[in-house]
């Protein structure tokens, strides 16, 4: 599989990943000058169930930093529609598990590196939690997708990312997602309205509202 040749700027490269925790770093192009904040008086609420098995990843190797940076160069009308798919999938559960301001990007067109990006808000650490863990549930245990990378969900920090190859997930706190501006940054990105999309045609529409 190629390695990964893309013409973005290391800026942006930089932001793909949040650097906030070095048991779960998986680029190099993470820039280790830039952490996530951390908010003062947030309960801090994970299993013993979620941690052992980010553990246990970690020691089979799940999250392979070769396999991080191993992309395919092109994408068949199959894979995009099943990449479309996982990202509506996400999206519909962090509405679910009452999200805030969801967005699906479509990062086909600006980057070799991902499919979809997908954002949220969560108003606690424990909803930031729930939702990391339920689409890992459904997109890994249940669909069978590998997830590659998880980072954030370990520390007390404002944005947890976690990687699935064709999908990313970011869940950020307000204050994270004011600060990063994902959307600003990406601002080329097509929006996709995953409330009506239809990844068995491969149909998405554009759109602009930010969620809810």
């Not at 962090?94 to 967005?103: A, H, S, T």
């Not at 339920?134 to 980072?151: C, M, P, T, Y």
């Not at 947890?160 to 004011?178: A, K, M, N, Q, S």
């Amino acid at each position: 599989m190629p390695k990964i040749e893309s013409s973005m700027t290391d800026q942006k490269l930089t932001d793909l990943h949040p650097p906030d925790d070095q048991e779960f770093q998986s680029l190099s192009v993470v820039d280790s000058t830039i952490g996530l904040g951390q908010s003062a008086g947030e309960d801090h609420h994970m299993t013993d169930e979620s941690l052992s098995e980010a553990d246990a990843e970690l020691e089979d190797g799940s999250f392979d930093d070769e396999a991080t940076v191993q992309v395919s160069a092109t994408r068949t009308e199959q894979l995009y529609r099943s990449s479309l798919a996982n990202a509506c999938t996400a999206a519909r559960i962090c509405d679910e598990l009452k999200g805030q301001k969801i967005v699906v990007l479509d990062m086909t067109e600006l980057t070799s590196i991902v499919d979809f990006f997908v954002i949220v808000t969560g108003n606690s650490r424990r909803q930031m939690h729930a939702i990391a863990d339920e689409v890992n549930r459904k997109l890994k245990h249940e669909d069978g997708n590998r997830r590659i990378s998880i980072e954030g969900y370990r520390t007390e920090g404002n944005w947890i990312l976690t990687d699935y190859g064709d999908v990313v997930l970011h869940v950020f706190t307000p204050e994270g997602r004011e600060l990063y501006n994902l959307e600003q940054l990406w601002a080329d990105a097509k929006r996709i309205d995953w409330q009506t999309a239809d990844p068995s045609s491969g149909s998405s529409t554009s759109d602009e509202s930010d969620g809810t």
